[in-house]
């Protein structure tokens, strides 16, 4: 996804591109003492529901220290002959009077967002905020009246910001709505300030849900309700004055709103913003575990009745590996709740308590186990990570020719160039049809596959047995546990 700079005060055309622009995240919520709600329906306007909740949206210019862009001027080698030519003719055009080239320069940015209690807590868009030195609120309505917002804390993950404004009287709030309850083709209105021209109200329907861009907690709502840079950090309300969203990214050919708009849902940034609220950082649960979606073809290969659940890669170090989970297993159900997929996991996760004990139901070998898992705490798991090394793949002979792949067997000479460990063992994927089904599926040269058939494979013969075997279970594919790099994912590929 390609963020996108909230609008700038004095900013030029926006070059026709095809781009995924961030706009802002909008909170779900319900204006607290601004007016009652407005029935659900076909509504004949909205003005309304923009007078009642209106004020509790705010205007947000940011400043910060940014180096100087060349602005598209001539860039030429020091001592070369047109140095001073272009010197010169920037001088005489009245180049000269600004900033030297790439010195640092104070630049301004306009965002979105909305007022959350009466004491001042605001929510936007971390990119709204990102590496500002100073944040300026603006209430609409208030003629020029501004705030200088404090920073409370920041989540990258959700692009979630949470700030606070000291005010002598109670300011207009909205609250958070359930964004779970809306439907494809509910009414909604987004509010901001889109393009730096100041409130503004658009109105559309919910397009989709569940949208995913490029996070691991994406949850978001399509909308077709006017978006735009500037809007950013700014709310969508449902028919009640509830804020279900909050205004994220657009997908635009020419950096305009083209109504394909990306609003975060409410029930996750409102969690965000209580962890923000009460510890100033997030803090998620940690099961330290690698998983993936039980695809149908994955399920055919592994016996399974149903495609569903969450499939473990890899069991590092961690809460998972002491509790007992494997590599293979897979989670059925988490802390009583079932599991879907692997993207419900990671949510379920998120939300538990860390440091308590949860219980977990794992599917192995045909067989339920139950384990009991003392959860971790995901930041920092993820601060201690180191990322793993990678490298090319020396040339190796003794291969075999296999379901679409050229493999020999993993060396500690071909190990740590491709993410592995001295003795680990496997097969090396040196070289991929590229008609066949596994480079469909995103084998390529340099992975290396260290379980076939939920075996692991060490030599060459060890996976024609494991294919042996299948056949002669009359399976139709054959599961593959493939690392790229050392991250691990499960393959199947049909048996020809």
Do not use: C
Not at 375 to 395: F, S, T
């Amino acid at each position: 996804m390609l963020l996108a700079i909230p609008q700038p005060k004095t900013s030029s055309k926006a070059r026709p591109q095809r781009m995924l622009m961030a706009l802002g995240l909008g909170l779900a919520l319900s204006v607290g003492q601004v007016g009652p709600g407005i029935a659900q329906g076909l509504p004949t306007s909205f003005a309304d529901l923009a007078e009642k909740f209106s004020p509790a949206v705010v205007d947000i210019t940011t400043s910060s220290i940014v180096a100087q862009p060349a602005d598209g001027q001539p860039q030429v080698p020091p001592g070369s002959p047109f140095e001073k030519f272009f010197k010169d003719f920037m001088d005489e055009n009245g180049g000269g009077d600004g900033p030297a080239p790439n010195m640092p320069e104070r630049s301004e940015a306009l965002g979105s967002g909305y007022i959350i209690s009466a004491d001042g807590y605001i929510v936007t868009n971390n990119h709204v905020i990102e590496g500002a030195d100073e944040i300026q609120i603006e209430m609409f309505g208030t003629d020029g009246k501004t705030f200088t917002a404090k920073l409370i804390g920041t989540d990258i993950k959700t692009d979630v910001a949470l700030l606070k404004i000291e005010s002598p009287d109670p300011l207009p709030f909205v609250n958070f709505g359930n964004s779970d309850k809306m439907r494809v083709g509910d009414w909604v209105i987004a509010m901001g300030n889109p393009l730096g021209q100041g409130f503004s109200v658009s109105a559309g329907i919910v397009s989709a849900r569940g949208r995913e861009l490029n996070g691991t907690y994406d949850d978001f709502l399509q909308t077709d309700a006017a978006i735009n840079k500037g809007n950013s950090g700014g709310p969508l309300f449902n028919m009640d004055g509830e804020v279900i969203g909050m205004n994220t990214a657009i997908l635009s050919p020419s950096g305009g709103s083209i109504g394909i708009g990306f609003s975060m849902a409410s029930n996750v940034v409102s969690k965000v913003v209580g962890q923000l609220k009460e510890f100033g950082e997030t803090r998620r649960g940690w099961l330290g575990v690698r998983i993936q979606d039980v695809t149908q073809d994955v399920a055919d290969a592994m016996g399974l009745a149903e495609a569903k659940g969450a499939l473990v890669t890899d069991v590092p170090d961690g809460p998972g590996k002491d509790s007992g989970i494997l590599s293979g297993d897979v989670i059925t159900t988490f802390n009583g709740l079932e599991v879907a997929n692997s993207r419900a996991l990671v949510n379920l996760v998120a939300d538990a308590p860390i440091g308590e004990v949860v219980p977990v139901v794992v599917l192995r070998a045909g067989a339920s186990v139950n384990l009991d898992v003392k959860l971790g705490r995901r930041e920092e798991a993820e601060a201690g990570a180191v990322p793993v090394a990678q490298g090319d793949l020396p040339a190796e002979p003794a291969t075999t020719d296999l379901l679409g792949m050229t493999l020999m067997p993993l060396t500690d000479d071909l190990a740590e160039g491709l993410g592995m460990a001295m003795g680990d063992k496997g097969l090396v994927v040196s070289k991929v049809d590229v008609a066949s089904e596994a480079y469909e599926k995103g084998l390529r040269e340099g992975n290396v596959i260290t379980e076939a058939g939920q075996q692991s494979v060490a030599t060459l013969q060890d996976i024609q047995d494991r294919l042996s075997e299948a056949k002669d279970a009359g399976r139709k594919s054959l599961l593959l546990l493939v690392r790229d790099g050392g991250s691990p994912r499960f393959v199947a590929l049909t048996i020809q």
